[in-house]
């Protein structure tokens, strides 16, 4: 309720955007990269995505994201702007039943168009980190998809009192 003498005003806020279009990939590297890397796994949980590029780095393979470590937990806000802009192109998609990225059709596509991008050295650098780590990232996977089919569980017996 407003004082007497006060008026309410409204104001409308804009906020600018970068639009964002398919053509992004041409002059975006890290994207090409990231969609390989989702390619190579078929599937692939946020989490562990997240952790296989910050184990990466730690190995000298820089896509030039910055990571925040907090305990044993590793995110990145550039990492899941980048994932965002993906899915809201259709490039990638979540699967439904068990979370995990993958690519589109459309994504498949987009990659072998802008496969010129990816360069051998980044693909040989990273198969020899994959060798190394990627146990670690598949029992992340793992890990991932027990909690949700255990959530799930809970949600579908309902509770009886």
């Known amino acids: 309720m407003s ?45 562990a995505l997240i952790t296989l590029l910050y184990e990466a780095s730690q190995k000298g393979l820089d896509l030039g994201y910055k990571f925040n470590v907090i305990g044993n937990n590793v995110f990145s806000p550039m990492i899941k702007e980048d994932l965002t802009s993906l899915l809201y192109l259709g490039l990638i998609e979540s699967d439904p039943v068990n979370k995990k990225l993958k690519l589109s059709t459309n994504g498949e596509e987009a990659l072998e168009e802008n496969q010129a991008v990816i360069d051998d050295n980044f693909k040989n650098q990273l198969n020899q980190i994959l060798s190394e780590i990627k146990s ?12 949700l089919r255990n959530a799930n569980r809970g949600y579908s017996r309902g509770r009886r009192y």
């Open 3 to 47: 004082q007497p003498g006060q008026t309410k005003t409204k104001e409308l806020k804009t906020i600018t955007k970068q639009v964002i279009t398919p053509s992004v990939l041409k002059e975006d590297k890290k994207k090409v990269q990231l969609m390989y890397i989702i390619k190579l796994f078929g599937g692939i949980s946020e989490r």
């Open 136 to 147: 670690k990232i598949v029992a992340i996977d793992e890990e991932y998809t027990l909690k």
